[in-house]
């Protein structure tokens, strides 16, 4: 009995301290660990950032002789009027949301040039190896051909032609985007103010990827879609349309997803992953997505995603002179 006691006394009396000193061995460690970690995460990206360097050296060697050449290809004028008539020749479909798919958007020695001076890999984000994104605000560090090419495509082409070309194309589908058949006349006051595309980027998708049906970001009104696919890649994984089962306002200004808020979609179409595509779509009325199955035969599906929106200090001005029900729906916006 009295060993016993002795012990239980010694128990109380030093077992806090072992706990103390163990938590604090442990959590130095945990801390030694950490700091390690950490050392060889700055490690590898030093690493990276030195090999990509390397690499975006020997490209621009490689193909310092060819900018030239590049820029008596990139002759706007020709350019223009082939992606005039290119779009000139689609035809608007109504279906669930007004599309275009426009085959042959670019002439095919430029469509060329943009597949020969892709991004390398090295480039795009590495959060996560199925959906990988080159932003084009990122062109400074890429490649001098890779950076011009895709410079001109991103400000010559899209926006400074098929941008208001879709909006002139799509013509009262952009006014019903904002009014809608309750406001007639403001939706006509907001397709006449000043749009412009932003947010342009190289898309780089793999097996495995799936993204929901969803809509963009309120303000955008709408989302194009260029292919570039490479001879023989599958035409089967390229977006999907859905149809939602009921009328309904996406209010917020992040994505939206119906399937979130108890609304049904269904496929409605899923257009082709053909090279020198165009898909142009409204962002409203109507959900998209896309998926590219583990098991695909496709192993990279490239795109360049881009948005067109209003001036924002102009369509605030719009929307401050509704009445506040019809505000409610941009409320977030404002």
């Known amino acids: 009995m009295i060993a016993r006691a002795l012990y239980m006394r010694l128990r109380r009396v030093m077992l806090p301290d072992f706990r ?3 938590e604090k061995d442990v959590e130095a460690s945990a801390t030694r660990l950490r700091e390690t970690i950490d050392g060889l995460r700055q490690e590898v990206e030093e690493l990276r950032t ?4 390397l690499l975006v050296a020997e490209l621009d060697r490689r193909d310092s002789p060819r900018l030239d050449a590049a820029r008596s290809q990139l002759d706007i004028g020709r350019i223009r009027a082939h992606v005039a008539a290119a779009i000139q020749r689609a035809s608007v479909d109504p279906y669930p949301t007004p599309h275009l798919i426009i085959d042959r958007i670019l002439p095919d020695d430029v469509y060329e040039l943009l597949l020969q001076t892709m991004p390398p890999q090295a480039l795009f984000s590495r959060r996560d190896p199925l959906k990988q994104d080159f932003e ?4 400074p560090g890429a490649p001098r051909l890779t950076a011009f090419a895709w410079g001109f495509f991103d400000q010559q082409i899209v926006a400074g032609t098929v941008t208001q070309l879709l909006l002139e194309r799509f013509g009262d589908a952009v006014a019903r985007h904002y009014g809608g058949a309750d406001a007639a006349a403001f939706g ?3 397709a006449a103010i000043d749009h412009r595309s932003f947010a342009g ?3 780089l998708r793999r097996p495995g990827y799936a ?9 955008v009104v709408i989302t194009g879609l260029f292919y570039f696919a490479r001879p023989g890649d599958s035409e089967s994984y390229g977006t999907q349309l859905f149809e939602v089962d009921r009328p309904f306002v996406s209010a917020g200004l992040k994505t939206y997803y119906p399937e979130n808020h108890g609304l049904r979609c269904t496929v409605a179409r899923t257009v082709p992953y053909r090279p020198n595509t165009l898909f142009a779509f409204i962002n409203s009325g109507a959900a998209h997505g896309a998926v590219l199955p583990a098991d695909a035969s496709l192993k990279e599906r490239h795109a360049y995603q881009f948005y067109v929106k209003p001036d924002d200090g102009e369509l605030k001005q719009l929307l401050r002179a509704l009445p506040d029900e019809a505000r409610a729906a ?3 916006f404002l």
Do not use: F, M, S
């Not at 030195?50 to 360097?53: K, P, S």
């Not at 993204?211 to 303000?219: A, I, T």
């Open 20 to 22: 103390k000193n163990w």
């Open 136 to 139: 084009i605000e990122g062109l």
């Open 211 to 219: 993204l929901q049906p969803h809509l963009d970001p309120k303000r």
């Open 330 to 332: 941009w409320a977030e």
């Open 50 to 53: 030195t090999q990509t360097g």
């Open 188 to 190: 006509r006051q907001a």
């Open 201 to 203: 980027r190289i898309q």
